[in-house]
C-alpha cells in the first residue's frame, strides 16, 4: 500500500507549530497511518509550499490513497496560490478517480473545490473536545462510521466551517457547533471522505495545540487567562502520562471515543480497510 499525506500548511504554520512543541501535521498523520498499516509506504508533501513536489518522481495516480490534513490556512482565501493551488489538487484528485481522506480544513478544501461554501464559525473557534457529534441517517448507512457509537467526542481545533455542502455530497455526522463534522464528495470513481475534527490528536497533542492558539482561545473566552489556558494544557498532559488518573479525566470530561486510540482513529481504519485495500487488490 502507497499513501501521500498532503500537509496542507504553509511553511509559516508548519514553523508556529514546532515553534511551541507541537507536531507538524503531515508527521502526525504519517505517525497514525503507519500505526495502523505498519507495511505502507508513506510519503508526505507540501502543496501550499509551490508546485507539488512528490518524492522519487511519481505522480497522484501512483498512490492507493490520498491524506489530506488540517491547516492554519483559510480555504476562504480561495484566491491566495497556496488554498488555490490545493483547491485544484482536490479537483485533480477527483477528475483521477483517486480516494481521498481528510480532516478539518480538508473537510472545508473539497467543499469549497466541489462547489459548496466555507464561513468563519459565528461561534468562534471550536477547541479540545468537539461533544455530541452525532451521525447522521446518511452516516449511520455509510461505512465511514462502521462500529462508531451513533454520538462520541473527538479532539478538535477549527474556526472555520462548511457551510454548504457541495452538489450530489452527503452530510456524515454533525453537532451543536457545527451541522458538518462528517462529509462525502464522490464523482465518478472519485471519493473523498473527510471530517471536521481530528482523529490523528492525542491528549499530548491538543495540550501543545492550545499553547499554540492559546491567544485567540481567550479572546474568544474559552479560557479565561493565558494562566487558565496553561493550567488546563497541563492536566491535559498529566493525564496523558498517567492515564489512570480518573480523576482528571472526570474533571476534563474525556472518555474512551478520545482516550482509546482504536476507537479515534476507527475512521480512518474504516477508509482503508473499504476504499484503500480494495482499490490497491484491483492494480
Not at 223 to 247: I, P, Q, Y
Request: proline share 5%.
Amino acid at each position: 500500500m502507497h499513501l501521500l499525506v498532503l500537509d496542507s500548511y504553509d511553511r509559516r504554520g508548519r514553523e508556529e507549530l514546532v515553534r511551541h512543541g507541537a507536531h507538524e501535521a503531515g508527521a502526525l498523520y504519517a505517525a497514525m497511518l503507519r500505526t495502523l498499516e505498519p507495511e505502507a509506504t508513506v510519503d508526505v508533501a507540501h502543496p501550499a509550499d509551490g508546485p507539488l513536489a512528490l518524492p522519487h518522481g511519481a505522480s497522484l495516480g501512483d498512490y492507493d490513497g490520498l491524506v489530506w490534513t488540517g491547516s492554519s490556512l483559510s480555504v476562504r482565501d480561495a484566491e491566495t496560490e497556496p488554498v488555490r493551488r490545493q483547491l485544484e489538487l482536490v479537483r485533480a484528485s477527483l477528475d483521477q478517480g483517486l480516494a481521498s481522506f481528510g480532516s478539518c480544513f480538508a473537510a472545508q478544501l473539497v467543499a469549497r473545490a466541489e462547489g459548496g461554501s466555507v464561513r468563519a464559525n459565528p461561534r468562534g473557534r471550536e477547541f479540545g473536545v468537539a461533544r455530541k457529534i452525532g451521525v447522521s441517517d446518511a452516516g449511520r448507512g455509510h461505512p465511514l462510521f462502521a462500529g462508531k457509537p451513533a454520538v462520541f467526542d473527538a479532539f478538535t481545533s477549527h474556526g472555520d466551517e462548511v457551510e454548504t455542502i457541495p452538489p450530489g455530497a452527503h452530510v456524515l455526522a454533525s453537532n451543536e457547533w457545527s451541522a458538518v463534522q462528517a462529509l462525502a464528495v464522490e464523482r465518478g470513481r472519485g471519493a473523498f471522505w473527510a471530517v471536521q475534527y481530528h482523529p490523528e490528536y492525542d491528549l499530548r497533542e491538543i495540550a501543545l495545540l492550545a499553547r499554540v492558539r492559546a491567544p485567540g482561545l481567550v479572546a474568544q473566552g474559552t479560557f479565561r487567562d493565558a494562566a487558565a489556558a496553561e493550567a488546563w494544557a497541563a492536566e491535559v498532559e498529566t493525564l496523558a502520562d498517567d492515564g489512570k488518573r480518573s480523576d482528571l479525566a472526570w474533571r476534563l470530561g474525556v472518555d474512551r471515543d478520545v482516550l482509546d486510540p482504536a476507537l479515534r482513529h476507527r475512521e480512518v481504519a474504516n477508509w482503508i480497510e473499504r476504499v484503500v485495500k480494495p482499490r490497491a487488490a484491483r492494480r
